[in-house]
């Protein structure tokens, strides 16, 4: 029986080899799960310098609120800027606050209630903002390793093809085939395990960050809300 040279059956085992050598349905799967892993890193940098920079301006604008400068002079200050967090927050309360009172009203308690609001869209519009993307992180930590399974299948299932055509069992044969397709499972981890960490984090810092706007959104409620009482009692008196 003639033996076929080793040349015949050798094969680029190296990953750039093995990519070449895979089918087509296999390689659009590993460019696709390539692609995800790149957008994933991507967003884990720009979550993690936005939520940093998130964080200074919490620190900062609580430093300026708490300092004891006057609401009226903060709100002329921050006004005309575009705001972000707990300065996003107050500008909508401050500025629900101007209109009610030069469209002279006269419910304390609807008054109230529509600073309340105004204060609860800023809070949803900032956590809106906080944690888009984040599902984009979920979607690929849960996915990628099926689609990477995927490829495999497809793979394995096309090794054995060419082993039935070849009429030979060798690991020789076998093996390069099973290393094409086990690849493809290799990406769709590397790119589901970085994103799978990163949400878990940037949910948790997500919400840290919304505590904290939360937090500040209940206490200014109570400041105004003493201010309204006040301003009662001096029409009364």
């Known amino acids: 029986m003639e033996t076929l040279p080793l040349e015949a059956v050798t094969h680029d085992t190296s990953i750039w080899g093995l990519f070449w050598q895979a089918g087509w349905v296999v390689k659009l799967v590993m460019l696709g799960l390539l692609a995800a892993s790149v957008w994933t890193w991507a967003i884990i940098i720009d979550k993690l310098i936005s939520y940093a920079r998130m964080r200074s301006a919490l620190n ?57 609001k105004a204060m609860d869209l800023a809070l949803t519009r900032e956590m809106e903002r906080l944690e888009s993307r984040l599902g984009f992180l979920a979607t690929i930590g849960s996915a990628a390793p099926f689609i990477g399974l995927f490829g495999t299948v497809v793979g394995i299932m096309t090794s ?45 810092d997500a919400g840290k960050l919304g505590l904290r706007m939360e937090g500040f959104a209940d206490e200014f409620s109570a400041i105004l809300s003493r201010q309204i009482d006040e301003k009662v009692v001096q029409k009364a008196a």
Do not use: C, H
Not at 64 to 78: A, C, I, M, N, P
Not at 87 to 106: C, L, P, Q, T, Y
């Open 60 to 116: 900062s604008f609580e430093q300026v609120f708490w300092s004891g400068q006057s609401l009226e002079e903060l709100y002329r200050t921050l006004s005309d800027r575009k705001t972000t967090g707990m300065s996003a927050i107050f500008v909508a309360a401050m500025r629900e606050w101007k209109k009610s009172f030069e469209k002279g009203a006269r419910s304390p308690l609807g008054l109230q209630n529509r600073i309340d």
């Open 160 to 204: 054995f093809q060419a082993i039935a055509g070849s009429k030979s069992t060798s690991l020789a044969v076998v093996a390069p085939g099973i290393a094409e397709a086990l690849l493809a499972t290799a990406i769709g981890l590397l790119a589901a395990i970085p994103a799978v960490i990163a949400y878990n984090k940037l949910s948790s």
